[in-house]
């Protein structure tokens, strides 16, 4: 990202508990470092820098000041706003029945802005019934171009 773009960046990350590790994890913004050991390589020197605990790294305040944290249940099927470039959703659509799945789906499609991403972990593959409303970016990974045409329903 050049500067301004980056100056423009917000990152919503939610849960549907306010109280659960994840929730403390990223309202701290510390990460244990043996969960960064995957980062490709330069990132973790660019973008964290050693916390208090031994052992553990902090997002780079400059990070830190584009996350919020909200709880959101996506069994709602509301979304939490418009207009997202990307929606990255990972370890959560496994739990779900194969309806909720789609309905989830297609709050998501309803959040992206025209032309925008969505990503999910390797496990999940987009039910044919949404083939109207997203395309596949590459073949092999799970990430998907929304697309205006068809209806995404409520």
Request: proline share 6%; with cysteine; hydrophobic share 40%.
């Given at each position: 990202m050049?500067?301004f773009?980056f100056?423009?960046?917000r990152?919503?990350?939610?849960d549907?508990?306010n109280?659960g590790?994840?929730?403390r994890?990223?309202?701290?913004?510390?990460?244990p470092?043996?969960?960064?050991?995957r980062?490709?390589?330069?990132?973790?020197?660019?973008?964290?820098e050693?916390?208090?605990?031994?052992?553990?790294?902090?997002?780079i305040e400059s990070?830190?000041?584009?996350?919020?944290?909200?709880?959101?249940?996506?069994?709602s099927?509301q979304e939490?706003?418009?207009?997202?470039?990307?929606?990255?959703c990972?370890n959560?659509?496994?739990h779900?029945q194969p309806?909720?799945?789609?309905?989830?789906?297609?709050m998501?499609?309803?959040?992206l802005?025209p032309?925008?991403?969505?990503?999910?972990?390797h496990?999940?593959?987009?039910?044919?019934?949404?083939?109207?409303?997203?395309?596949?970016?590459?073949?092999?990974?799970?990430?998907?171009?929304?697309?205006?045409?068809g209806e995404?329903?409520?």
């Amino acid at each position: 990202m050049n500067h301004f773009a980056f100056n423009n960046l917000r990152i919503d990350a939610t849960d549907v508990e306010n109280t659960g590790q994840f929730a403390r994890m990223i309202e701290a913004a510390v990460y244990p470092g043996d969960e960064l050991s995957r980062l490709p390589e330069g990132i973790l020197e660019r973008y964290f820098e050693p916390a208090e605990t031994p052992g553990h790294y902090r997002v780079i305040e400059s990070i830190r000041r584009r996350i919020a944290f909200q709880q959101h249940d996506l069994l709602s099927f509301q979304e939490i706003g418009h207009g997202y470039s990307l929606v990255l959703c990972k370890n959560v659509l496994l739990h779900f029945q194969p309806l909720e799945r789609i309905e989830v789906l297609r709050m998501f499609h309803r959040a992206l802005a025209p032309g925008g991403l969505f990503a999910s972990e390797h496990t999940q593959e987009m039910p044919p019934e949404l083939g109207p409303l997203f395309e596949r970016v590459l073949p092999n990974v799970q990430l998907f171009r929304k697309l205006d045409g068809g209806e995404c329903g409520s």
